[in-house]
């Protein structure tokens, strides 16, 4: 069984610049997170979606944004991109909502930098 | 929110040796507390979890013990071999955000 696929797995940007990421969870998964990881650090929570409605929310400027498509599938947006943005993006998915502790299972995140 | 420390943040080891990671957390509420290994370019991989109802939970050369009067859990890998090598992080839920809460991990390294 295919995992969560995120794509894509490399980018490079221009401060100033928008991305959108994407994720597809594994199959029968409802709920989709995302969370940004600096080098040298443990992940850092973003946002959390179930059944296509925004359940958790972490500490990241409104220049992130996110969506959970009916296909649960799921897109982050980061707008007006910062060099401090630069991080690996992990989405992971889980089969129930986050408060049920349902385990998280991550993709291999997206590598954005931002030059 | 939850807070979680982690130690030590690296781990060299002989093959076949025994290695262990602990974790404190601040939330008496929590009752679930998962390890990922993350290998190099690859996303954290989810390893073994234990929920508070128990107090230790095996699976083949991994096992983890959670305390939960002292607020710590604890990874241990026996007969370690080199492809354990890898940066293992501990986590427990910030139940507010509906989210994990990750410690710093610990680069494991194992020495054939």
């Known amino acids: 069984d295919a995992g969560v696929t995120q794509s894509p797995t490399h980018l490079i940007k221009t401060r100033g610049q928008h991305v959108t990421l994407r994720c597809s969870p594994i199959?029968?998964?409802?709920?989709v997170s995302w969370y940004q990881q600096v080098l040298g650090q443990g992940p850092q929570f973003i946002f959390q979606?179930?059944?296509?409605?925004?359940?958790g929310r972490g500490n990241f400027p409104d220049r992130f944004s996110a969506r959970q498509f009916p296909n649960y599938s799921s897109e982050l947006n980061v707008n007006a991109l910062l060099l401090g943005d630069s991080a690996l993006y992990l989405c992971?998915?889980?089969?129930?909502?986050?408060?049920?502790?349902?385990?998280?299972?991550f993709g291999n995140g997206t590598r954005l930098t931002v030059t | 929110g939850e807070n979680v420390e982690q130690h030590p943040s690296t781990l060299s080891v002989q093959e076949g040796d025994s290695a262990v990671i602990k974790c404190t957390y601040s939330?008496?509420?929590?009752?679930?507390f998962p390890w990922y290994k993350q290998e190099l370019g690859k996303g954290p991989q989810l390893i073994i979890d234990i929920r508070s109802n128990v107090g230790e939970k095996k699976d083949q050369r991994i096992a983890v013990t959670l305390n939960k009067t002292a607020k710590h859990f604890s990874l241990h890998i026996t007969e370690t071999q080199p492809e354990d090598s890898a940066v293992y992080f501990c986590a427990a839920p910030d139940t507010g955000r509906r989210a994990l809460t990750f410690g710093s991990g610990t680069r494991l390294q194992v020495q054939p």
């Open positions: 979606y179930y059944e296509k409605e925004e359940r």
């Open positions: 992971a998915s889980s089969f129930n909502d986050a408060r049920d502790n349902s385990p998280l299972h």
């Open positions: 939330d008496s509420a929590s009752n679930y």
């Open positions: 199959s029968g998964h409802k709920s």
